[in-house]
């Protein structure tokens, strides 16, 4: 199931998902009917014994698109708009109540564990890896720029990458001039150039 652009893994009653999240462990009286009834159910046995079967997993830039569009939907159910993340220069970042509902969002699409593991993952890609993204990432920019955003001409980094996250868990946004009303974390440009990016190019095309 799709809620708010979050999968809810939804089992089939007495069905539990393991600890480590990755596996379903089938019910020992299912595991024995699949076993009996040489449905051919990968290690399935006799006797009443459970035995367990893979979970599909998202990419992680999957899994970053997917609370960052939680995390926009939560904002704007609170009327809230995103002017940063809280800075001591700042002080309109350092309202109480702005600061409780950045943590509300944060919490709910849990996007910073899912902006941690797009950063790892990006700081382990091969060079074949890495140049597909910049293809996915030029696409992206220019779906954005024909949307009315500024994005500056990207410049490799160290490793070859023109866009990473690098510095973004400490609340610093990338360099982008958004159309009049708009910011980086809430517009739904953001998403719909993305997807179109992965259409073309594949799910860790960047982007």
Known sequence: MIDAGQADIQLPPGWKVSSDGKHAIRPASDAATASAGGSGASGATGGGTSDTIPLATEDPTTKFFAALNTFQSCLKSLNVKFIGAPNPNNPATNDPNYIKNLSTCAAKS???????????YQDNLTPAQIEQQNKGYLAWRDCMINRGWGIPEPKPDSKGRLFSFSGA????TPNFVPPPGQDILTSNDVRDCASEVQKKFGPNSGG
Do not use: R, V
Request: net charge neutral.
């Open 110 to 120: 849990n996007i910073l564990a899912a902006l941690k593991a797009e950063q790892t």
């Open 169 to 172: 868990q400490n609340g610093q």
